[in-house]
């Protein structure tokens, strides 16, 4: 079986999809080697780290859906979420001690393994910085996750070659999204709390959003448009695709009044709206997903594993 070019460099200790129905704590204050990527898919993320260049002043952070955090080594931190949020983490420690994560990026061998891509260039980074997803990094962190748990085990025969287009593809994703003055952007506050108003009631219009947060519908169009590379209205059809997902995993509703309850006058425009997002009908997605929903979970470190059913099997 070949060895993977990455895993050489960087070891995943930690790969895990974790679903929190209430308030939890998901690490009390701690720090380890390993560089941490976690991604918020539904919910709130709560990190508190301590900033060595300020005298180990504590600094709070939040993520948002749509946005995951990069965690340096070394960094004195703790996690909690707020009920209902679903977080991704993959921990990655570089292989030899001989060598820091920011030295094995920035080496021209790793550089190699990702052509014609930005450099990632973590050393500029704050301890914990909160990147918006502007591509596609949570396709791609979900796609690592999910061949590094259903392969724990027994590893199959390409194991290696097809875990290196994973971490190509991944670090491909984090650093096309990261703006170049990550580490002095901070989020915008009316996009933030855009999102979690579209996130409680994805049927929602973008005029009522704009008279919530007090700002001009224009204003509110165009600063999200600069942000995010996505129109307002891009992400309400979004969290109302993600809605539907989960209520069609509820057999006993019809497709029809799950139309009516994620925003849609008509069936027809339910059906054609959600096709075109996801490739799928909803009668098709439904099949495919009540067949297949698990969430998938493994901290190597402790040996803990486990499988829950899924309430979104995205």
Request: hydrophobic share 35%; charged share 25%; aromatic share 10%.
């Amino acid at each position: 079986m070949e060895k993977s070019l990455f895993i050489e460099l960087l070891k995943p200790t930690t790969f895990s999809y974790i679903k929190c129905e209430e308030k939890r704590t998901l690490c009390e204050s701690h720090k380890h080697h390993s560089i941490e990527f976690v991604y918020v898919e539904s919910g709130k993320l709560y990190i508190t780290y301590e900033d060595k260049k300020n005298f180990n002043k504590e600094v709070a952070l939040e993520a948002l859906p749509g946005q995951f955090a990069i965690i340096k080594p070394n960094t004195q931190h703790c996690q909690h979420t707020d009920a209902n949020t679903i977080v991704l983490v993959l921990e990655l420690l570089p292989k030899s001690q001989n060598n820091t994560v920011e030295e094995i990026i920035a080496n021209d061998y790793f550089i190699n393994l990702l052509p014609n891509t930005p450099l990632l260039n973590i050393s500029t980074f704050e301890p914990v910085e909160i990147i918006n997803d502007l591509f596609n990094v949570k396709r791609r962190l979900e796609n690592m996750i999910r061949y590094l748990y259903n392969n724990r085990k027994e590893k199959e025969e390409y194991f290696y070659p097809q875990l290196d287009i994973y971490y190509r593809e991944l670090f491909i994703e984090i650093s096309k999204t990261i703006p170049k003055n990550a580490s002095k952007k901070r989020y915008n506050r009316i996009i933030s709390n855009a999102l979690m108003i579209i996130e409680n009631n994805s049927s929602i219009t973008v005029a009522k959003i704009a008279k919530q947060l007090n700002v001009s519908k224009a204003y509110l169009s165009t600063i999200i448009s600069r942000s995010l590379n996505r129109t307002t209205q891009e992400l309400i059809l979004e969290a109302k695709i993600k809605k539907a997902k989960k209520l069609l995993l509820n057999d006993e509703l019809s497709i029809t009044t799950i139309a009516k309850k994620c925003g849609y006058s008509t069936l027809r425009g339910f059906q054609i709206c959600f096709t075109n997002s996801t490739g799928t009908s909803p009668s098709e997605y439904r099949k495919s997903a009540l067949n297949n929903r698990f969430i998938y979970w493994e901290y190597h470190e402790t040996g803990e594993t486990g499988i829950d059913v899924s309430t979104d099997s995205e």
